[in-house]
């Protein structure tokens, strides 16, 4: 049971909506190249913070970090696709609006990662050299 099922009716147990919402991870490791990107980025940060020893509460900067970025591109995927469900490929100021918006989004929660990253990171590399 996934997304190739034709079930248009509402799910009747907690199994059958969990099972749809891992079709939807799936799916959209799948079918978004910047969703890819976020879960390999996301890889690195898990071996670097445990390459480099980070204490607790930075594990907790980091993984929030994480799920933001993974949160808003899930966001911005659905956007995208109820956007093309919308106006069916056709040009809409509003469908512009809701992509662009929906992609700064992700642009936002990427800075947000990449100042945690940094503040992290960035003394423990250094302390290295
Ligand atoms: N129906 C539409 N009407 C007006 N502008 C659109 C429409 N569809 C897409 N666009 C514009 O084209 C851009 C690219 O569209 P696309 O569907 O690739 O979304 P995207 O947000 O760029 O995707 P990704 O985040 O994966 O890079 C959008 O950001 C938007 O500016």
Do not use: C
Request: net charge neutral; charged share 15%; no cysteine.
């Amino acid at each position: 049971m996934g997304l190739k099922d034709k079930q248009t009716t509402k799910n009747h147990n907690l199994g059958q909506s969990m099972r749809h919402a891992f079709a939807g991870l799936i799916a959209v490791a799948h079918l978004e190249r910047n969703m890819r990107w976020h879960l390999l980025a996301s890889i690195l940060v898990l071996v670097g913070g445990w390459w480099l020893q980070v204490d607790r509460s930075e594990w907790l900067w980091l993984i929030l970090a994480i799920f933001l970025v993974i949160q808003s591109e899930l966001a911005n995927t659905v956007v995208e696709n109820v956007v093309d469900l919308l106006t069916d490929q056709h040009y809409a100021l509003a469908a512009k609006y809701a992509k662009d918006m929906a992609a700064a989004a992700v642009l936002v929660a990427a800075i947000f990662a990449i100042v945690v990253g940094l503040i992290i990171f960035l003394p423990k590399l250094l302390w290295l050299i």
